[in-house]
């Protein structure tokens, strides 16, 4: 069991769309042969789509299910990648799948250099000091300089880099790159990738297979990298601080394999988990896990669900009874799921590292803890402030019920944020993406049956309020109004301007409105 937990590596792709992920994943699965020829994965949800065809993708819930986590094998280790939102509209997914990663591949344009989302996400992964590599993709175009986006990522990112290949050439004239940690030179051949061993920067093989120009260039980002930069230090790395770089082209299939194989040698296995009693080690004997995602099925007649389970220690067996921390109840787990590019199959069992899908009868929500029957909660899924925010108005009053039953299952599907006011009745929900809100009014008439008017409000953001219970109460009393609870009965504000939120800060010194919920 122990060779089979040290094996994994449990990784999530961090980009903007269209950096390039679709493809980047493409090909790591053509490379661990679980696809034969790419073109496979070209479910490209999302991005480009209006609403309407983003509901029709979603009806079809088949690809977006099977292709949550993808499984490979690849240099003796098994990998599983756990597949993110294209669209930035429901990029409240991704956060909530980067805390079921052990590292994450950052995917860089290199046109456009460091993004939005790419911002966003690496929070996210900084918060956790979840260890990170880079790629530096679509180097086949005229993109921007090396150590311009170098420096963009150290001050944008936040994290050092390290670079592990550099180009030779640019857009058209990019030939490959030179490893700088053992001198391989890789070229981009008529065949793929032709990998040479050299002397070192100098070697005369480089003179003879590129323009003089090209490699003047490549020299001295040469003696810039290795005399100015810090050498790459695996420490730094692992607490999240220091991240290698990779540069290639997707597409054209270079230097994928590079970043699998530094995948397979850098990346940690499974990491020891913080819950609410004590660490949790992967290669304690006794099974544990937590629900990160629940993805709802999209048949009315079967309102049925999948619970995505991230494996944190020891095995996990077909049939096996665990506990469910929350509820205290014993369940039996009888089909897990495992997932293999487009196809999924029931399982026998999962190790420390994976990732599996079983049924979930309305009984899971995100965050929930199973164990073999210890009791304990893993820490690790804060709920983050919306960004905007609307007040559900139900069309027909005799609909009441279905729509707090939507709502509610909604929320601990994660589709939304639900704040109950502390007064009054109508509730509000809050959204990272605004075409969430469509969809959100979409299933609530087509699954619940309830038809419902959305009003959006101006909210400058939801802050959860913690502190002494009496100055908590005293801040609640004075703003009535703006207070909510969340679907875990903490207290939020939710501040309707800038202004207001300051000047609380100011008059509660005791209180703290945080802009995540704390665990
Ligand atoms: P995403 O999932 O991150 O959104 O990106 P995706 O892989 O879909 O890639 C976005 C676009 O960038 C695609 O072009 C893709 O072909 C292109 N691309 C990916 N890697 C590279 C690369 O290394 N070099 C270059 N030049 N282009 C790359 P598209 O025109 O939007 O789609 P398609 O017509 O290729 O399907």
Known sequence: MKAEIAKRRTFAIVSHPDAGKTTMTEKMLWYGGA????GHVRAKRNRKHTTSDWMKIEQQRGISVSSSVLNFPYAGCWFNLVDTPGHEDFCEDTYRALTAVDSALVLIDSVNGVEKQTIKLMEVCRMRHTPVIAFINKMDLDGRDVLDLLDEIERVLGVRTAPFTLPIGYGKSFAGVFGLRNNTLHAMGEEGEEEIALSGIDDPELDRRFRASDLEILRERHAFATGAMDPFDKEAFLAGEQCPV???SAIRNFGVK???????????????????VRAVDPFEESFSGFVFKIQANMDPNHRDRTAFIRVCSGMFERGAKVLHCRSGKQIRLAAPTAFMAQDKEVIDRAYAGDIVGINDPGLFNIGDTLTAGEKFRFRGIPDFTPEHFSRVVLMNPLKSKQLAKGLEQLSEEGATQLFVPVTGSQCVLGVVGELQFEVLQWRLQTEYGAETRFEQLSVFGARWVVGPEEEADRFRKAHLNDCYRDKKDRLVCLFPNEFRYNLAVKEYPELRFLDKSEE
């Open 35 to 38: 696809i034969r020829e790419a």
């Open 246 to 248: 990779f540069f290639g």
């Open 258 to 276: 590079q970043l699998l194989e530094a995948f397979a040698e850098l990346a940690p296995g499974p990491l020891p988990r913080e819950s609410d």
